[in-house]
């Protein structure tokens, strides 16, 4: 009787080919090549469900636009997790709370219960967790705080690791990463996320909407003269700082800030130095004398009632930005290191709070009512909550 095939060594290795080939033709193929800011091409599922994000927002706010948020599986940001509350009091005695939210983790509850593969002081990544959590793609942002640019060796070994996992790595780079202080790259960011979800075109559309903004802001002011451009100081009320001695931090020339204050609403950078949040200290904030003052997310939020009424920035007073009070500021942005995409209503109202009488027409209240609508697509009732949590509410009193 002839033996069975599967006897033999080349049966069993012919019975090996066939199982595999059934494996690999079970498998989810792999339909879309997408090139990502390395230039590098990688294949990916045509229709991706599980995704994990390493970044602070950005991603998820232009998967938002483009209705794929709920592919996202895994987060790389502890702030689309926690509620952050501030209390504040002043000379007076008189106290208030404000409270605020990641705008992805309002619009979008359910990430607060997804795995974060980043630790809870936002510095280590854990592998384990991504590599247990298998997505088909993971969206890297370099340049946020999740990944820094700072440590250009650490970036790369956390891609390195993350190819050896055998996942899909696809990389992006936050304008933070060029050292460069223009937000043309967002374009390009823009463009990789469309590619992994065959929508393109529509990612195109959104930069163009918010790079809009920009445009609008330069026709206004690019025809000011040097001696009318008022001063601006981006100022950080980091209470780390004052802890150490110092009074705020200051935003330098070379950084995106900077870029927005002076290349796009056309005004002058108080302080002229370099790099971000630079420690400076009341004397050094008087010598500047800046005419308008902006506090972005600093270690926290900070409204303008703080620099104006708190006890421990009574020996700033005298500046005339806050005598004549023009302090404002701006949305609120857990873990801020790199534009995300509500960066248009910082340019804007870097712009009103600059020259308030060629944006008199602009209300950056209502703005911002409409701008949540139209690239989130949500409702009056959800983008007004939004506007809240962005803690953009001291605008109403001020008509700003």
Known sequence: MRAPVLA?????????????????????????????MRGKRIPLPDNLTRVATIDDGFVEGVMTHLGVIDAVDMIGSWSMKRDYKYAFEAENGESWELRGWNTMKFLHPRLNDKVCVNSPQGNVINFEALAAG???????????????????????????????????????????????????????EGRVIGAMFGMEDKAAALMDKLASTEQLIRARTRDIPDAEKPRVLYMGLNPNIRKQGGAGTAHG????????????????????????????????????DPDVILLPTS??????????????????????????????????????????VEYPLDMLIIAKASYPERFRDINVYDFALNFYKEVYGVSE??????????????????DF
């Open 8 to 36: 033999f060594p080349l049966g069993s290795m012919l019975l090996g080919f066939i199982l595999l080939l059934n494996i690999a033709l079970a498998a989810p193929a792999c339909a879309r090549l997408v090139t990502d």
């Open 134 to 188: 298998n997505p088909e793609a993971v969206i890297l942002r370099l340049g946020d705080c999740t990944v820094g640019a700072g440590n250009r060796e650490a970036a790369a070994k956390t891609m390195d690791t993350i190819e050896a996992l055998g996942l899909p790595l696809v990389v992006i780079y936050a304008p933070t990463w060029f050292r460069s202080a223009d937000l043309a790259s967002m374009k390009e």
């Open 253 to 288: 020339v070379d950084t995106p800030e900077s870029y927005i204050i002076e290349s796009v609403a056309g005004a002058k950078n108080a302080f002229n130095g370099t790099g971000s949040g630079v420690p400076v200290s009341a004397e050094q904030i008087y010598a500047l």
């Open 299 to 340: 270690n926290g939020y900070h409204p303008p009632r703080e620099l104006m009424e708190a006890p421990y920035f009574k020996n700033l007073r005298e500046l005339r930005a806050v005598r004549e009070k023009k302090v404002y500021a701006m949305p609120w942005s857990p873990m801020n290191c790199a534009r995300r």
């Open 381 to 398: 009732e959800t983008a007004r909550a939004l506007r809240s949590h962005q803690l953009l509410d001291w605008m109403k009193g001020i």
